[in-house]
């Protein structure tokens, strides 16, 4: 039955307990199992390799991203990290130039060190890639909508150009979530998901997966997760998985909050510039009508004047909003990239790729959107 994506995220991965009937997936707090034999076993050996609570989480992973195999990792940075760590030295990357901070130090801090090489590349317009595709190109990473500067990528061409080039094509997800946009029906080979934030949903668990549909592919991730080890426990696989389950509804009304704060923002006299793909005007609406089914809740914007102790003096004044790191969660956050998120990005390429110093970045919650907008009024003032 092919379901619509309500109806999907609730029952994604979900089987009542052959035991039991439970119709929630126990969380087996195991290291190991039993075996019969050696090597006779249920399928499940050491807790490493393989969970149930986990195996029902990889399965909705693949079900939500309309894949065919889900991978979990202890976090969004570990996912990546098993991406790269399928290279070799000498191989080459094309990065989005926008992109999270910790994937930038992941990329300069860890991998460039071990010989694989990095371009960072304005993917607004996918014709910017071409020049950088040579021999050696293995990989093209990027996400859309970016994080902070909300720019918007076209999946569908930059995996046209990889196609032809026998280039992987990875997408970070997570600003868009699985409710809004699915990479691997555009074309892409695996799909990120910092699974922390619109699929927990709750800011209580720390967590990452990989969706892709080729087997080998699956078989290459599988082998690092299983031999690098960087796997969640069942507890956080617990909670991820109920936490899909409201994804919709939630996602729902982060976006229309997400909306009412876009323009009220714009329109604040105190306010120079928003970052949101939902304007009409936006660079990357049209691509973003295209491949997404709504603009979402995250956004960024400077303050008139570019002064970074009045935007300082915004980001500690507000009171339904919270001062944190992350996002994708039901409460609202603001955070400021140039110290936080993206800190480990060096000041001259933030600044070149137009992350200013004063840049706030909002995710906007699913409260009352009236509160809200007068928790920001008054903290810009």
């Not at 707090?29 to 990889?58: C, D, H, I, M």
């Not at 876009?262 to 691509?287: I, M, Q, S, T």
Request: proline share 4%; net charge negative; glycine share 8%.
């Amino acid at each position: 039955m092919a379901m619509k994506n309500g109806t999907k995220f609730i029952h994604a991965g979900m089987e009542p307990d052959p035991s039991t009937g439970a119709i929630m997936t126990p969380i087996y707090q195991t290291s190991t199992f039993v075996q019969e034999a050696p090597g006779v076993n249920k399928g499940y050996e050491y807790a490493r390799s393989q969970n149930p609570t986990r195996t029902a989480l990889e399965t909705a992973y693949a079900v939500i991203e309309n894949g065919k195999y889900g991978l979990a990792f202890s976090s969004g940075v570990a996912a990546t990290d098993a991406v790269i760590t399928m290279l070799n030295p000498g191989d080459e990357v094309i990065a989005a130039s926008d992109m999270y901070g910790g994937t930038y130090r992941l990329f300069d801090k860890v991998f460039k060190r071990f010989g694989i090489k990095f371009h960072y590349v304005d993917m607004q317009d996918a014709e910017n890639i071409k020049p950088f595709l040579n021999a050696q190109t293995k990989l093209i990473w990027t996400e859309t909508p970016t994080n902070p500067l909300l720019n918007i990528v076209d999946i569908a061409a930059v995996a046209a150009i990889a196609k032809a080039h026998g280039v992987l094509l990875c997408v970070d997800n997570t600003f868009a979530s699985p409710y809004l946009q699915n990479p691997l029906d555009l074309g892409a080979d695996i799909v990120m998901h910092s699974a922390t934030k619109y699929l927990s949903g709750h800011s209580d668990v720390v967590q990452g997966c990989l969706v892709m549909n080729d087997k080998n592919l699956y078989d290459q991730l599988y082998f690092i997760q299983k031999s690098c080890g960087a796997v969640p426990g069942p507890q956080d696989c617990f909670l991820i998985l109920r936490g899909i389950k409201t994804l919709h509804v939630r996602m729902q009304r982060h976006c229309e909050n997400g909306e009412k704060i876009a323009h009220f923002l714009r329109n604040h006299p105190k306010v120079d510039k928003v970052y949101w793909c939902g304007f009409e005007d936006h660079p990357g609406y049209a691509v973003a009508s295209k491949q997404m089914r709504g603009f979402g809740g995250m956004m960024s914007f400077t303050l008139k004047g570019d002064d970074i102790e009045e935007a300082k003096r915004v980001l500690s004044s507000t009171h339904v909003f919270s001062l944190a790191e992350s996002l994708g969660g039901v409460e609202s956050l603001l955070s400021h990239p140039a110290t936080m998120t993206h800190a480990a990005i060096p000041r001259e390429e933030r600044m070149k790729n137009g992350l200013k110093d004063s840049l706030i970045r909002l995710s906007v919650g699913i409260e009352d959107v009236d509160d809200l907008i007068e928790d920001l009024n008054k903290a810009i003032g």
